[in-house]
């Protein structure tokens, strides 16, 4: 299920009295999922497409949350990295932003193939 009903509920309403991340008030980021960057390291090489993506490892951002967007070129039409050539150096230049700016809330982050559902949609 993408994203999980629990969710969606949380991005509609700040669920629990939390406040939420600036970037929540985007049109149409309630379509979009933020890894927890200490998700990264967990998950399978290749990395799995946004639906795939075990709803454990995505939070949604709140008011002191970190959230880091990474944009890179894909070498391939199916998967931006599906030899896991990319994701030790992503892995590490996010830790390296982590440390430098030393987050308040947690540390979350965008990548366009864990964030948004990608193709194909159907089994």
Not at 52 to 57: A, G, K, V
Request: charged letters at 20%; a negative charge.
């Amino acid at each position: 299920m993408y994203p999980s009903e629990t969710m969606r509920g949380s991005w509609a309403s700040g669920s629990q009295g939390r406040v939420g991340h600036p970037i929540l008030s985007i049109p149409g980021v309630e379509h979009v999922r933020f890894v927890r960057a200490s998700a990264l390291r967990t998950l399978p090489i290749p990395w799995p497409r946004c639906q795939d993506l075990d709803d454990s490892c995505c939070s949604v951002p709140e008011k002191d949350d970190f959230v880091i967007s990474v944009s890179h070129i894909w070498s391939y039409a199916a998967h931006p990295d599906p030899l896991g050539e990319k994701t030790r150096l992503i892995q590490e230049l996010v830790e390296k932003a982590l440390a430098q700016h030393k987050p308040l809330g947690q540390a979350l982050v965008f990548f366009d193939f864990l964030g948004m559902p990608q193709q194909p949609f159907a089994n």
